[in-house]
């Protein structure tokens, strides 16, 4: 493998706090010397990156990649792409796969399907419960000893407080977060989008924001009963930043993440019955939106994951009440957080990149998100000035599903680079 | 797939104008008297091909579609969802790109999703008129309620209450859309579980106790408590239901003033409405049935290019 050298950029490395011009060497898939003015190697590939940030790869703590079961949507080596093309280098499947990720052979699967496509590292995330219905622990022990990195039963809530406190509490001998999708499904039975005025308007049954709050409600108390990591999925409401923000003030062990869709869009995207903005969570109202930009400011709020979920274009061709929740999210995710969140003043450049790399790295306990020397070289190297629009003809993900189609947007992944090896280019033409 | 003054299809009230509305109500007055005479057919839409495609069962409007489309004099198709392509999994966009191959004009739409019209409206080039979907919009069922009410006391500044399951009721919305445009006052009466959130954000006065609308209202448009949609037990019972929330004659009895009473149908005696009430003097629920063939008759002429000043002549001189 030959060493790359990333020269002329602006480093961001939140994991030591650097934000300088320097140059990157990586060799033999380490990252071996972040300093300005490195000298040229006569056997490196020279990356000219003036006008970009370097960063360590991007992790993204909640992907569907649908493989196995939907490889008509999505495939490990086709969400692994897509990964690389938004700029991460770490991708946690969900295991809301068929058949569930509750067994270590499962794990097993996904570990050499991505290893095989040799693109984003990819690590599973193991069922909470067999089958994910709710009833009997998954073997948490198995599941970490073939590769998993936390436990969730993504799609759906941990069905009961007892099971969500025993996963707590055994996960603790693992060291992995318990990851939950904070859900009163007997508040949301029936919903299809936010519940508010728009839903009044359309017809549409609603989903109140208290189907969340109530379980981020009871979760939390059983973090600060057991001990245990919760991790808070895609939270959607401005009651959830406020009990996690407390939460986190008398040291409860909570982390929790945000997607680009519910920092970027309200409810008023399902206008027109508009099948790409149904996900669930709902996309709320404006003051949830800036209590999820004030959390994720804040640190309230940890890291912004892409909830990436991929469906076919004939499931999200229906009925607004018979199409399927969400969007896909790799491929636009850095665009988005640029344009919202940066541009907005939001975030800086490097709390974003702490976002979307360091902190999601520390939440799941991986091997990234850092250019320490002696680092896996996982570098993503973007221009956040370039403008480009939106094209789901483009994207790398098998799925087209997003409602962004068109938006122009700033801040282009350029080069994607994982365990030392580019994995991805930009292809220029996209950008305006 | 022609496009007169409404634009190519009737989706719902909502983003109709009070000009439009009062359009197409002054259209349907000269073609209520067609369905007065003893040959109830004139030539208007002669040629013009209308499906109409019932995914939910339906009598009331289906049939009167039919007769508006009959007395015009179009050519017309059932489809219902039962027994069709629909029922052997066929999609909405191909079921109606299946239609619009065999060379059709216009369709009239019932389907149990909100929205489902739009969908089909995007898709096909036909005129589409919505007769209701899920809890969107049914309206020319809120034209015909306009209509009615029209028929006995001006619009503008009355006060009009729909009470009941408004939540699942889009008989609800394009009644609000429909009596706001035209300058009503509009409140909704029901018990909270069966009130849609954000409703007083539409410009409606909310009531929680029958009574106090009453007390209020100089119309009542009583919905139907549509018992198929009670998944999830949003009253305890029909027996208290009634007793809570039924329109009684004790209770009208209880105000000086004399309520126009309307039922969009199919009523449930003794549950949202007093017999006594639903046949009693104010009652104009029959009226509203009547109103809802010319309703319709005055959608599909201007939906199919019509001209309004013509209607008078185009029906032509009555059979005599």
Redesign the interface.
């Known amino acids: 493998m030959r060493p790359i050298l990333i020269r002329g950029g602006r480093v961001i490395d939140p994991s030591s706090g650097t934000d300088a011009a320097a140059d990157v060497l990586l060799v033999d898939g380490k990252v071996t010397a972040v300093s300005p003015k490195l000298a040229p190697r006569g056997d490196a590939e020279v990356l000219d990156v003036t006008g970009c940030v370097v960063a360590p790869g991007f992790v993204d703590l909640h992907a569907h990649l649908r493989e196995p079961g939907r490889e008509d949507v999505e495939t490990i080596a086709t969400g692994a792409r897509a990964a690389v093309a938004g700029g991460f280098t770490s991708v946690c499947a969900m295991p809301n796969t068929d058949p569930v990720t509750d067994n270590q052979a499962a794990v097993g699967f996904i570990v050499s399907q991505a290893r095989r496509a040799g693109m984003a590292r990819v690590y599973p995330i193991g069922a909470v419960s067999l089958g994910q219905k709710g009833e009997q622990l998954a073997e948490f022990g198995e599941l970490v000893a073939a590769g998993a990195v936390g436990v969730s039963d993504d799609g759906r809530p941990v069905a009961t407080a007892h099971l969500m406190r025993t996963a707590l509490e055994y996960a603790l001998s693992f060291g992995i977060p318990v990851i939950d999708h904070c859900e009163d499904v007997s508040l949301s ?2 919903g299809s989008m936010h ?3 728009v ?8 989903i ?1 924001r208290a189907a969340e709050d109530v379980i981020v409600a009871r979760d939390l108390q059983l973090a600060e009963l057991t001990g245990g990591h919760l991790h808070c999925a895609h939270v959607s409401t401005a009651g959830a930043v406020a009990m996690i923000r407390a939460a986190k003030a008398r040291g409860v062990r909570v982390t929790a993440e945000v997607t680009p869709h519910h920092l970027a869009l309200t409810d008023v995207a399902c206008e ?2 508009e099948t790409n903005a149904k996900m669930n969570p709902p996309l709320r109202e404006l003051p949830d939106v800036a209590a999820l930009r004030a959390g994720l400011a804040d640190g309230t709020i940890d890291c912004i994951a892409t909830d990436h979920a991929p469906h076919h274009y ?1 499931a999200k ?6 199409a399927p929740f969400g969007v896909v999210g790799l491929e636009t995710a850095l665009g988005l957080a640029i344009t919202e969140l940066v541009n907005g003043g939001v975030l800086s450049l490097a709390a974003l990149v702490r976002c979307l790399s360091t902190r999601p790295a520390e939440v799941a306990h991986l091997p990234a998100g850092t250019l320490a020397p002696g680092a896996p070289a996982d570098v993503v190297v973007f221009d956040p000035a370039a403008q480009w629009t939106v094209d789901p003809a483009r994207f790398f993900s098998k799925s087209r599903n997003t409602p962004f189609a068109g938006r122009k947007l700033f801040g282009l992944v350029r080069w994607t680079i994982v365990g030392g090896a580019i994995a991805h280019r930009a292809d220029l033409s996209a950008a305006t | 797939m022609s496009a007169g003054r409404l634009g190519k299809d009737l989706l719902g009230l ?1 983003h109709l104008s009070a000009d439009d509305i009062r359009l197409i109500l002054d259209t349907a007055e000269p073609f209520k008297e067609i369905s007065e005479r003893a040959i109830k057919k004139v030539p208007v839409l002669r040629g013009k091909t209308i499906v109409n495609l019932f995914f939910e069962p339906s009598t009331r409007t289906r049939v009167s579609f039919e007769f508006a489309e009959h007395r015009l004099s179009a050519d017309t198709v059932n489809v219902a969802a039962a027994g069709s392509s629909v029922s052997k999994g066929e ?3 191909d079921t109606a790109r299946n239609l619009e191959a065999m060379r059709i004009d216009m369709v009239v739409m019932r ?1 149990g ?4 019209a ?2 089909l409206a995007d898709r096909i080039k036909s005129n589409v008129i919505n007769a209701g ?5 049914h309206p020319t069922q809120g034209l015909l309620d306009l209509l009615t009410i029209r028929d006995h006391r001006p619009i503008e500044g009355t006060r009009v209450c729909i009470v009941g399951d408004v939540l699942h009721s ?1 008989v609800a ?1 394009s009644n609000i859309w429909g009596l706001l445009k035209l300058g009503a006052e509009v409140a909704v009466c029901g018990p909270q579980t069966l009130l ?4 007083e ?2 410009g409606v006065k909310v009531f929680r106790r029958i009574e106090e609308a009453i007390e209020w209202a100089a119309v009542l448009n009583v919905l139907r408590l549509q018992l198929e949609r009670m ?2 037990g949003y009253v305890p019972s029909v027996r208290e239901y009634y007793r809570v929330f039924g329109v009684t004659l004790e209770r009208l009895e209880h105000v000086p003033r004399e309520l126009l009473i309307l039922h969009p149908g199919p009523m449930n005696r003794g549950v949202e409405i007093d017999s006594r009430v639903a046949d009693g003097p104010h009652s104009v629920i029959l009226n509203q049935v009547t109103n809802g063939v010319a309703v319709r008759m005055a959608v599909l002429y201007l939906l199919a290019g019509g001209r309004p000043e013509l209607a008078e002549s185009a029906k032509g001189a009555p059979e005599r």
Do not use: C
């Open positions: 039975a029936g519940e508010g005025l839903s009044t308007r359309l017809g549409l049954k609603g109140p027109g019955y004939d061709e229906q009925e607004f009440d018979n | 909502e999609t909405l966009v389907h999703s909100s929205g489902a739009k969908f979907d899920g809890k969107h919009e889009r919305r849609p959130m954000g409703i954000q539409l998944e999830g």
